[in-house]
């Protein structure tokens, strides 16, 4: 079975799918009728309609679970500022409104959209092109390290894009009172004090944090979603796309759990350099003076919070993705196709 079947063998009409019930039942689906294809795979619209969702995925989840983002970096950066996550929300909500709890909002929104896009649309463009590199046969066998190789490339420069906006977020999130009024605020208070150079001083722990992340994200959703369809009696393509979406989803949730403990020294370190790194610091020291005063155990503060959030984030972003692909007419993200 190739790892990249022909565009000629997939149907990829840039259409809504059709109200006409021409299943056997609402998960099983029967064959779709032929359509002339409007978005041929692997093409520039390909990588492009794969960029846009990318952009959905990321954006509106990351920016849905900002109050348990703010939480969890508060928590990094002073362990003993909250007991847990509803008495941190009541007391955030009491000295800085209900608007407190959204602290980060429109960084979040902006950077993780820029992400989304890379990360996705790169990945697809990865995928492919290394496994033309190395042909089918060796792509198939060897398909975890291609899944591996492509996410963190494509990480690499998403993660360029991210980090000016997770500078602002953290920065805004982790001082009490905020740091910014805005992202836009944020922006001008960095670049003043420390030139464009400060939005970057966190870059170095966040491709630590986010580059074996999105290579535990994708390999691990990749090789679940495989391992699900095994398990079903039916071949993917037999499935209905509420089914399909539905298997995305499962497979980006256990994904996701995967992903936030790899990640997580990271994460907080990143948070950590963001809120406390000195002028003039360079970011190994910064590193080696944190670490010397927190520790190991250290590295793992706000974990059960993070595997929640991740865990479902990670899923959602998925579900959105592959909905996206699939309302647009284009196959779902991995198994059999």
Not at 12 to 25: H, R, V, Y
Not at 155 to 179: G, H, N, S, Y
Not at 274 to 293: C, D, F, H, L
Request: net charge positive.
């Amino acid at each position: 079975m190739p790892l990249f079947p022909p565009s000629s063998t997939i149907t990829t009409a840039f259409t809504a799918p059709s109200s006409k019930k021409t299943a056997e039942n609402f998960w099983i689906s029967a064959p779709a009728e032929s359509a002339k294809p409007k978005i041929e795979l692997y093409s520039r619209d390909y990588y492009l309609a794969c960029t846009v969702g990318g952009i959905l995925a990321c954006g509106p989840t990351h920016s849905a679970v900002t109050p348990l983002d703010l939480v969890k970096c508060r928590r990094q950066v002073n362990p003993t500022l909250y007991t847990g996550n509803f008495q941190a929300w009541r007391s955030i909500i009491a000295t800085e409104g209900f608007g407190g709890i959204w602290t980060g909002l429109g960084a979040t929104m902006v950077g993780y959209s820029f992400q989304g896009a890379g990360k996705y649309g790169f990945y697809e463009i990865f995928k492919k092109k290394y496994a033309d590199i190395v042909g089918e046969e060796t792509a198939h066998k060897y398909r975890t390290t291609l899944y591996l190789l492509a996410s963190a490339s494509a990480e690499v420069i998403a993660d360029v894009f991210l980090c000016p906006w997770e500078a602002i977020k953290v920065r805004t999130q982790t001082t009490i009172p905020p740091f910014a009024s805005s992202v836009f605020d944020g922006y001008s208070k960095i670049t003043a004090a420390e030139g464009f150079g400060g939005l970057y001083k966190g870059l170095t722990p966040l491709w630590a944090r986010q580059v074996p992340y999105t290579m535990v994200k994708f390999a691990s959703f990749e090789r679940t979603v495989e391992a699900i369809y095994d398990m079903l009696p039916k071949d993917k393509s037999e499935y209905s796309m509420v089914t399909q979406t539905g298997v995305s989803f499962l497979g980006g949730y256990i994904a996701g759990i995967f992903c936030a403990v790899v990640s997580h020294p990271a994460d907080v370190m990143v948070s950590k350099i963001n809120a406390e790194k000195q002028p003039g610091e360079s970011v190994g020291t910064a590193i080696s003076r944190i670490y010397s005063k927190i520790g190991f155990s250290g590295l793992w503060n706000g974990l059960p919070v993070r595997i929640v959030m991740v865990g479902t984030l990670t899923g959602l972003q998925w579900l959105l993705y592959d909905s996206f692909k699939a309302y647009i007419g284009l196959p779902t993200t991995g198994g059999k196709k």
